[in-house]
């Protein structure tokens, strides 16, 4: 049964919206997604219901909010199939998600270790490791690509082999271009050459299923925001075996086991790595927006998502003065686009559109190092969720612009 799309955009309140009279056309969603009434239910019935902190009091409302963040913790780790509840990190975002492993990990890292990122990632899978460099004089090397988002992997095979990389970083899906890594082969090499691999999985996780065993990765971390769930809240997936070897990134409240004047010692996972108070209620909204998505078998998301992507491509193909960017077939591309009009600036052409209720982002998309490869200083982005419709992508205002913006 393909997916309802209609009846699927009735569960979401800001897709009625409309804008100067005109239908919102919401096409930001690699930016952060709209949320359905279930995960704002789950939300509100929480903090109505009388919300308490977690692992901390004794009585029957503390006990109800730490089932339920628990819970939270259980939907998660079933999403992403991992092994163990207590592998699943809560952190506010997939950034914090890297720096936390940037800050952890970094710590038992030292001068001549390699961390090797792609030209794929976002300024969120860069800086943390800049700054480990800055910190602890690691060496921080760069897979190429070409313009299509395609890994150079004899280049990679070449970087492993001079056996010094101790962490590739790496992202699940481009968020500029929709290119997907070959993750399952990538994490396999980067094992034989005793390397652990993080996958930064903010663009993948609401687009493809998810399976941290089978890829084998040792760390995988996304944003609630990003998957149809609350802002404030993301996780960190690590296997229980490293995490258990890490040093606490964050110190304060509950991710201890014993304090004192002179030290302290740190508590087992997950809370090692939770420090103060957990973002509770927006922790029930991500278990509340993986159980939404579960509903939908993958391949009718792929399904849907992709046969938007192919329209999308012929339709803005036909633009005049069009480049568009990352892979030509579209079956090797995820949810986005990203291009250039001959002419025209990116923010003018969003500005113009924004103003009849069309939503997309331009700029550098938090991707400078990808956009200086291509020659490139901004892009247009058009970013697909599960919401959007055939109806959404036909270009007729977007020819509008193009014209009134070039004064034909
Ligand atoms: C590929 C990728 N990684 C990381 C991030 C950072 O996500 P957040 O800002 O939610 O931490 C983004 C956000 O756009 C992204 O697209």
């Known amino acids: 049964m393909p997916l309802d799309i209609h009846a699927i955009r009735a569960e979401f309140p800001a897709l009625a919206k409309r804008v100067n009279g005109e239908p919102l056309v919401y096409l930001d969603n690699a930016a952060t997604t709209q949320v359905p009434q279930s995960v704002l239910n789950a939300m509100r019935e929480f903090e109505e219901g009388g919300r308490a902190n977690v692992h901390r009091s004794m009585h029957m409302l503390a006990e109800r909010a730490s089932v339920a963040y628990e819970d939270a913790r259980r939907t998660v780790q079933k999403f992403l199939?991992?092994?163990?509840?207590?592998?699943?990190?809560?952190?506010?975002?997939?950034?914090?998600?890297?720096?936390?492993?940037?800050?952890?990990?970094?710590?038992?890292?030292?001068?001549?270790?390699?961390?090797?990122?792609?030209?794929?990632?976002?300024?969120?899978?860069?800086?943390?490791?800049?700054?480990?460099?800055?910190r602890k004089g690691i060496t921080v090397e760069w897979m190429e690509v070409d313009g299509a988002g395609h890994i150079d992997l004899e280049h990679y095979g070449k970087l492993l082999s001079e056996e010094k990389?101790?962490?590739?970083?790496?992202?699940?899906?481009?968020?500029?271009?929709?290119?997907?890594?070959?993750?399952?082969?990538?994490?396999?090499?980067?094992?034989?050459?005793?390397?652990?691999?993080?996958?930064?999985?903010?663009?993948?996780?609401?687009?493809?299923?998810?399976?941290?065993?089978?890829?084998?990765?040792?760390?995988?971390?996304?944003?609630?925001?990003?998957?149809?769930?609350?802002?404030?809240?993301?996780?960190?997936?690590?296997?229980?075996?490293?995490?258990?070897?890490?040093?606490?990134?964050?110190?304060?409240?509950?991710?201890?086991?014993?304090?004192?004047e002179d030290g302290f010692s740190a508590g087992d996972i997950p809370e090692k790595f939770e420090a103060g108070t957990p973002p509770i209620t927006q922790a029930i909204g991500m278990g509340a927006a993986m159980e939404w998505l579960e509903q939908f078998p993958w391949e009718n998301i792929e399904a849907h998502e992709q046969a938007l992507l192919a329209q999308a491509l012929q339709a803005l193909t036909r633009l005049d003065g069009i480049t568009i960017f990352g892979p030509v077939d579209p079956i090797e591309r995820s949810a986005c686009i990203s291009f250039t009009l001959e002419g025209?600036?990116?923010?003018?052409?969003?500005?113009?559109?924004?103003?009849?209720?069309?939503?997309?982002?331009?700029?550098?998309?938090?991707?400078?190092?990808?956009?200086?490869?291509?020659?490139?200083?901004?892009?247009?982005?058009?970013?697909?969720?599960?919401?959007?419709?055939?109806?959404?992508?036909?270009?007729?205002?977007?020819e509008q612009a193009i014209a009134a913006l070039r004064g034909l």
């Open 344 to 398: 025209i600036h990116p923010h003018d052409f969003t500005e113009t559109l924004g103003k009849r209720g069309i939503c997309l982002r331009a700029g550098h998309h938090c991707a400078q190092p990808l956009h200086r490869k291509l020659g490139l200083t901004a892009t247009v982005r058009l970013s697909l969720g599960i919401y959007n419709t055939r109806e959404e992508l036909h270009v007729a205002a977007w």
């Open 81 to 134: 199939n991992a092994a163990y509840p207590h592998e699943i990190i809560f952190t506010k975002n997939c950034t914090e998600g890297v720096n936390l492993v940037a800050r952890s990990l970094g710590e038992t890292m030292q001068e001549g270790d390699t961390v090797l990122l792609s030209y794929l990632e976002h300024h969120s899978n860069i800086v943390p490791w800049l700054q480990l460099k800055e």
């Open 165 to 260: 990389v101790k962490l590739v970083a790496i992202t699940g899906q481009s968020n500029v271009l929709g290119a997907r890594p070959p993750l399952e082969a990538m994490i396999r090499d980067a094992h034989a050459h005793g390397a652990r691999v993080l996958v930064d999985g903010a663009q993948l996780a609401a687009h493809h299923q998810i399976d941290v065993r089978k890829l084998d990765c040792d760390f995988l971390t996304f944003s609630g925001h990003k998957v149809y769930g609350p802002t404030g809240i993301g996780v960190l997936y690590g296997k229980r075996e490293i995490l258990e070897t890490m040093p606490p990134f964050l110190g304060g409240g509950m991710m201890i086991h014993e304090v004192n």
